[in-house]
């Protein structure tokens, strides 16, 4: 369960980057979604790589939507 969940985890992390540039940050509605499915699945596997890959992935994404003002 790890694995999938830091598997999930870098690949929202490769959205929430390509989030990052302009006129692109609407990526992040789509990828906080994925993230949280991550974490969910972190949340039950014993180790906690996975589960904190995605957290920091919602704040990232979570922060660039706030600072576009959401969509932009």
Do not use: E, Y
């Not at 985890?9 to 990526?27: E, K, M, R, T």
């Not at 972190?42 to 996975?50: E, L, M, P």
């Amino acid at each position: 369960m790890n694995a999938v969940s830091l598997l999930i985890g870098i690949l929202a992390l490769l959205g929430a980057l390509v989030g990052f540039v302009p006129l692109l940050g609407w990526l992040n509605w789509g990828v906080i979604p994925l993230a949280v499915l991550g974490l969910v699945l972190g949340v039950i596997a014993r180790g906690n790589t996975g589960r904190n890959v995605n957290l920091v992935v919602i704040v990232v994404a979570a922060l660039r939507l706030m600072l576009g003002g959401g969509l932009l």
